[in-house]
């Protein structure tokens, strides 16, 4: 029998109703979230990215601007910027598009942001209260997987979660946000990455598998144990002539064959995708109730 398929579009509209009650009450007493979004350069994808962003903004309500500095801009002038925004109230939220060019200090950029306004949770200090279990935001993909099992009838809660992958974006934020004491998380959480050994014999294990590798089809079907949980966080352009494209988008879970064994799963695209521009409107929310001190 295959695998239920856990609709990253459809939970991610049913959040998006939520937020835009928040919005309409928060503006009913006179507060109105706003979000900054920097772009520095013409990159294709970081274009699409800020105005997917900014349309979401549009549909719940937020106030939102986008500055854009041209690819040459030095980093003290986008330092600056930051700063600025930072002293803003308009702005609960600042987000600088990643990536920058080489010439600019990433990590600079980043620290440089007001934890309060770090709407992406990139911040050390709110990766670090994450961690302890203290979280002030969540970052948004990670985030987005939790709201899919949870919306989806699959809680984590007294499960063995397996997440394939470390990055600092998905993989040990995940971890972090699985393993705290809590409703939806309090799970038993195995991190595997690019040095473990028999993987295969551990990803089997998992009642949840969390695939975040940046590898097509890395996870296969024999990696899963029948009635599994999948969530696939991967996203690679792999070449397709028959597409007018060129290519087309494939996850880190050979799907077609994994489908057959597990119980649910995500589809790439139109899974984990659709959540992370909405848990930024989350994010963005919460922030402005934090900072205004005004809860709906």
């Known amino acids: 029998m295959a695998a239920r ?66 690819e040459e801009t030095g980093e003290d002038v986008l330092l600056r910027k930051i700063d600025e925004l930072n002293k803003d109230t308009r702005f609960h939220g600042i987000l600088v598009q990643l990536p920058l060019p080489r010439h600019i200090n990433q990590d600079k950029v980043i620290y440089a942001i007001d934890p309060l306004k770090d709407v992406d949770c990139f911040h050390p200090v709110n990766v670090g209260k994450l961690l302890i279990g203290e979280p002030y935001l969540l970052p948004c993909t990670p985030h987005g997987v939790q709201q899919l099992l949870i919306r989806s009838g699959n809680s984590p809660e007294g499960k063995h979660v397996v997440i394939c992958g470390r990055s600092n974006l998905n993989g040990k934020p995940l971890f972090a946000i699985l393993i705290q004491k809590r409703a939806g998380a309090n799970a038993t959480v195995t991190v595997c990455h690019t040095g473990t050994r028999n993987m ?14 940046g590898s097509p089809k890395a996870i296969t079907a024999d990696m899963v144990k029948e009635g599994a949980v999948v969530i696939d966080v991967g996203v690679n352009r792999v070449e397709d002539p028959s597409r007018p494209s060129g290519f087309r988008l494939v996850g880190d879970v050979d799907f077609d064959a994994v489908k057959e064994k597990a119980s649910a799963i995500t589809p790439v695209p139109g899974g984990v995708g659709p959540m992370t521009v909405t848990m930024l409107m989350w994010n963005t929310i919460k922030a402005c109730e934090e900072q205004t001190g005004v809860k709906v």
Request: net charge negative; aromatic share 4%.
């Open 200 to 213: 295969a014999d551990i990803t089997r294990q998992a009642d949840i598998l969390v695939a975040a590798m």
């Open 5 to 70: 398929i856990i609709s990253g579009e459809e939970i991610s509209k049913e959040v998006r109703e939520e937020l835009k009650e928040k919005v309409k009450r928060l503006k009913e007493k006179g507060v109105v979230p706003g979000l900054a979004m920097v772009r520095v350069g013409e990159d294709p994808a970081s274009v699409s990215y800020v105005k997917r962003k900014a349309l979401m903004s549009e549909e719940l309500g937020i106030y939102s601007e986008t500055i854009v500095f041209p």
